[in-house]
């Protein structure tokens, strides 16, 4: 028991508040990472979260001191400047806008590596590797030096870490920059013209957003590292991306899936060696990079409209929804050429385009008792004829109306009325069957719409 | 500077100048293959492939080291470093073409992502039994100083291959670049081409890992053709001008670092390219900012002495007396100014203006220039109303804004279009009438 309560305390000391701020720092930069991914704008959070580094270190040298206000105002000044500056480029430069970005970016970066140095080579706090990595195990909650003042003390909070009192801070601001401004920063987002015609200053918003995003990177980074903040304003983001089509969905479900890989990415990074028997621990910032790559690779493969694999079955479904379609509209044809109305299955197959759709084809419309198979040979039933009807007289309806208006020879309209035949809906061919002859250009009747 | 310039001139110990030679040579070859990743628009293409070179340089360690062999053996880490870069790109590549992500965010999901876990391996070889990660996060940053003579001759080799394999490429290249459709309607392989061009820059990045590291090699591949671009239009000379300002980054850059051993050599060659870039883009004769801004001032002064000029010859027509008071002119509070005197001092010194005691005269030389100017407005005055449909009250503002560009030919087009109807004296170099009124500073001017 007691020592169960001395690991619990060990985790609300230790891990609690490490996890906390690693996932403070996700879900801010995933919030501001949906208005990025929405302006194709992505890459400038990579940028600026490279670009802020000289800012932090200007705002140090001139503060001359570790001031969490001054490194803040040096690298919020520095993410509008990188925006500017990369804009500048792109004017005046002609090149890409991905070249101009590289350009800026990554000159700014070797600037702050190079302050750096001067700044103080002692000064372990500003190290390059420390901006990239963070010191996530830097961050935890001692106790508060008198004896057993409760945990919600003021004494106790006091001693909350400084970098997770900061992002707390960021986040709240972010989320109620976000839910504040939601409108104009939609329409901003999708339509900027609009917004300006509207009348509020669409670009200026941009920057706005700029300076966001350089916040949230400069509260995070001396945690959790620049590379956390590059995976979080994307991954997130591209994950809710794909998982639906509306904007506010969307955020909420960033939000959450930057919660989740924070929380997981800590606690495989923290205990996962543990549970494979090895000893220490791995890089936590890295690991929650990892896991929300992971949920977007996930996304990308599983999402239920736009992954890989719904598209994939989609597009069977279609191949054999047509094939299906093709089979019935031939046997209906071979009916009307002579009486039995029977075709070879082989012939058939490779009328429909063979393949693993033709073989489905004939056994799905055989289950369903749209067509029987004798001997070798395919003939519709009364059930399938009357399905086909409708078919061929879509078909017959286009054939018509391409010669009649569009003004096609008789001999080129059927390969167009095939493609067309499989995707007409009722108020189409409503209306191509206004005006419509009783028959089709090559003088075979066109089947009236029901048997009646 | 003693120190400098033996650096500099390759006096500074064997070492030394190897390094200083390879980083020299990086320079070049990033600087031509560069030009045809930044052509292509694929700048960013190369940030994620550096960055997704982080967990291949940590696998390879591992695997290295789990089969007993030398961990810290530089061709094995490239290889793997070259394994997960394409990897990476082939990442992406597969996301755009496979989602509804665009490239931006699938470039930087990649990149982040591959870093992260090269984060993780990292840590998981601080872990290991075997002990030190042997420097591998130097290939974060880069170390120049840390190049062992093989690594600098290996290294050397590779960029100057790729630098012929560029060289022998740029007309393809380039088109691929420029009109990659065209390219494979005239049968070129384009894939292939591009497949080639992407080895070309994987073999530079990797390259470039040991001298400036995984995060600024980027900068080596994108600041030097960017800066080429404000030199010239043709895709050879900015190939060239581009592989001589990688190089000199390289060399300067390295160079510095030598000199100061406590500046990181990567990050102060990515600055010397940078200052390169920021020299190009203001001083380049064509594309500068300097120049076009001198453009722009002469532009603006020449349409100020035209005008003066044309302001100075209204008030006079007609009149014996060509001298007139600044103040009485039309628009008179466009010349208050210090700018204005500036003009009229200009003016005076070519010898176009004459100053009568209180009053300015235009001179011989002032009256012909003028009468040019006044000419060219009313022509195409004349034009918007005979021609356009404008009435006579509208013409003049247009007429201001072309008046200081008609060129020749399209005057002699307008005087024929204006004497074909009848609407031009023809008398020579003398203005016509103007269309309208000329307002109340310039009394007695009405037309008929």
Sequence with gaps: ?452 | MDEVLRILTFRAGHNTAVVLLGTTLLGVAAGVVGTFAVLRKRALMSDALSHATFPGIGIAFIVATALGGQGRSLPVLLAGAAASGVLGVLAVQAIVRHSRLREDASIGAVLSVFFGAGVVLMSYIQNMATGSEGGLHHFIYGQTAAMSRTDAWLLGLLAAGAIAAAALLVKEFALVAFDEGFAAVQGWPVSLLDLLMMALVVLVVVIGLQAVGIILVVAMLIVPPAAARFWTERVGVMVVISGVLGGLSGYLGSAASAALPRLPAGAVIVLTAGSLFLASLLLTPRRGVLAAAARRIRLRASIAREHLLRRMYEASEGRGEPAVDLADLNGAGRWAGPMGRLLVAWLTARGLLVRRGERLALTEEGLTEAAAVTRRHRLWEEFLVTYADVASSHVHRAADMVEHVLSEPMLRELEDALRRRGRLPENGRTPPASPHPLGPAAPGKEQA
């Design chain 1, 1 to 452: 028991m007691a020592q169960g309560t001395d690991q619990f305390g060990l985790f609300l000391r230790l891990d609690l508040p490490a996890m906390l701020t690693a996932t403070l720092a996700a879900v801010s930069c995933g919030l501001l990472g949906n208005f990025l991914l929405l302006r194709r704008q992505s890459l400038m959070g990579d940028a600026i979260s490279h670009a802020v580094l000289p800012g932090l270190v200007a705002g140090f040298l001139l503060s001359g001191e570790r001031s969490t206000g001054a490194m803040f105002l040096g690298a919020a000044a520095a993410g509008v400047v990188t925006a500017v500056l990369i804009e500048l480029v792109r004017r005046l430069g002609r090149v890409e806008p991905g070249a101009a970005m590289g350009v800026v970016f990554s000159v700014l970066f070797a600037l702050g590596v190079v302050l750096i140095r001067f700044a103080d080579a002692g000064n372990i706090d500003l190290d390059p590797d420390c901006v990239l990595n963070g010191q996530l195990e830097g961050v935890f909650w001692p106790p508060p030096p008198g004896e057993d003042a409760g945990l919600l003390s003021p004494a106790s909070l006091a001693m909350l870490p400084r970098e997770l009192v900061t992002l707390l801070g960021v986040t709240l601001v972010t989320v109620l920059f976000i839910a504040g401004l939601f409108k104009e920063l939609r329409i901003a987002s999708f339509d900027p013209a609009l917004a300006s015609a509207l009348g509020f200053n669409a670009s200026l918003l941009h920057y706005v957003l700029m300076v966001f995003v350089a916040g949230a990177v400069v509260a995070s980074f001396e945690a959790v590292g620049s590379i956390l903040v590059i995976a979080m304003l994307i991954c997130p983001a591209a994950t809710a991306r794909l998982l639906t089509d509306r904007l506010s969905t969307q955020i909420w479900i960033s939000a959450v899936a930057a919660l989740a890989a924070g929380v997981m990415g800590y606690i495989l990074a923290a205990f996962g060696p543990g549970w494979l028997g090895a000893g220490g621990s791995l890089s936590a910032a890295g690991m929650i990079a990892v896991v929300s790559g992971a949920m977007l690779a996930g996304a990308i493969v599983a999402a239920p409209r736009h992954g890989v694999i719904a598209r994939a079955l989609h597009r069977r479904r279609t191949v054999l929804t047509i094939a299906e379609e093709d089979l019935l509209a031939l046997l209906y044809r071979a009916s009307e050429a002579n009486a039995p109305g029977t075709v070879g299955e082989e012939q058939a197959r490779t009328a429909i385009g063979d393949g693993w759709a033709a073989k489905r084809a004939i056994g799905r419309l055989h289950r369903a008792g749209l067509i029987e198979r004798r001997d070798g040979s395919l003939r519709a039933t009364d059930r399938g004829r009357e399905r086909a009807r409708s078919m061929v007289r879509t078909h017959r309806l286009w054939e018509s109306y391409l010669v009649r208006e569009v003004g096609l020879r008789a001999d080129h309209v059927h390969g167009s009325a095939e493609h067309l035949e499989h995707v007409t809906d009722r108020r189409m061919k409503d209306a191509l069957a206004r005006e419509a002859p009783l028959l089709d250009p090559h003088r075979r009747p066109i089947p009236p719409a029901s048997s009646e």
